[in-house]
Nanobody
C-alpha cells in the first residue's frame, strides 16, 4: 500500500513563509519514484500544478510562484519539500503532494493540506 503523508500547512499572514513536506512510501517493498511535486486547488477553481522536481533534480514551477517557492527532494527517503516565501492571499488553497512511481508510471496523491494566507 502506497502512502503519501503531508505536513506543514496552516494560517500565515501575507508576506510570511510556510514549509510543506511530503513523504512517500510503500509497505513491504521498494518504492522508486520519478517526479514528485505539489498541486493546489483554491475554492471554486481547478487544481493546478505548483511545482515539481524530477529524480534527477529538474524543477518546474508555475509562473505565479517563481522566485517565491522552492521545491527540493531527498531521493533516498522519497521526501519532497516545498518552501513557500512571500506568501500572498491568492496562494490560499489545498496543497496536495503527488509522486509518480518509476515502475508503473502510476501517480499517487496525498490527502492535501490547507494553506491560508490572510491579508
Amino acid at each position: 500500500q502506497v502512502q503519501l503523508v503531508e505536513s506543514g500547512g496552516g494560517l500565515v499572514q501575507a508576506g510570511g513563509s510556510l514549509r510543506l513536506s511530503c513523504a512517500a512510501s510503500r509497505t513491504g517493498t521498494i518504492f522508486t519514484v520519478n517526479n514528485m511535486g505539489w498541486h493546489r486547488q483554491a475554492p471554486g477553481k481547478q487544481r493546478t500544478l505548483v511545482a515539481l522536481v524530477s529524480r534527477g533534480g529538474y524543477t518546474n514551477y508555475a509562473d505565479s510562484v517563481k522566485g517565491r517557492f522552492t521545491i527540493s527532494r531527498d531521493n533516498a527517503k522519497n521526501t519532497v519539500v516545498l518552501q513557500m516565501n512571500n506568501l500572498k492571499p491568492e496562494d490560499t488553497a489545498v496543497y496536495s503532494c503527488f509522486a509518480n512511481e518509476r515502475a508503473s508510471s502510476r501517480q499517487y496523491w496525498g490527502q492535501g493540506t490547507l494553506v491560508t494566507v490572510s491579508s
